[in-house]
């Protein structure tokens, strides 16, 4: 690598900046880096950032991408780990949470908010993120559950040329990576890989390194 490069990270629901950013600072410490939130305004403060040499959307983060139309001039190449479609099963685009499971869990968001992200960490197989400890503000919440809404609404079902490097892992208990094939035919999927970002994260390095 001859130049430092200028990457953006969308990142997923729940998941807190400064733990994302430790990850990716270790796997890419030569290079500069911008976090953003999950949240309604990403694509203009992605736009007020930009140019990027690459904007890669996390999770949730990807579907925020795919939804934003953001030009390849303010994003450069975009790059999707974990990649949502439609995240519910019912969907049919390579999701594999029930609706029903989906509105449990806004439920319990109400009821219990760090119990219910730390039981979604479970679930995920978030094994390099550390538990949620700390009792949320409301802004915080209401990020949650605007991510939870756009889960359950927003959908991609256009099919995912070359131009757009995705990856997921085999093993994620999330999303169906051999079903994700049918809208994304170059998607990686990364053996022994979860819904943790990290392998993710390295894959992606040697990808673009």
Partial sequence: MNQRRKIAWILGWAIPSTSF??????????????????????????????????????SLGSLLLLKSNLPLGITGKKVLLSPVLGFSREMNLGGKISDAHLRYTQRLLDLDPVRTVNAFYETS????????????????????????????KERHDEKINQDVLCLCGALDTLLDAEALKTSIPELRVIDQA????????????????
């Fill in 21 to 58: 950013e430790g990850l990716v600072r270790h796997v890419f410490p030569n290079d500069d880096q911008l976090f953003f939130e999950a949240r309604p305004d990403v694509a203009s403060a992605i736009t007020l950032a930009a140019p990027f040499d690459y904007t890669v959307g996390y």
């Fill in 125 to 152: 197989g978030l094994v390099s993120l550390p538990r949620r400890q700390e009792p949320y503000t409301q802004d915080s919440l209401e990020l949650l559950k605007f991510g939870l809404n756009f889960l359950g």
């Fill in 194 to 209: 979860t819904h943790d970002p990290l392998l993710l994260i390295q894959a992606l390095e040697a990808v673009i390194k």
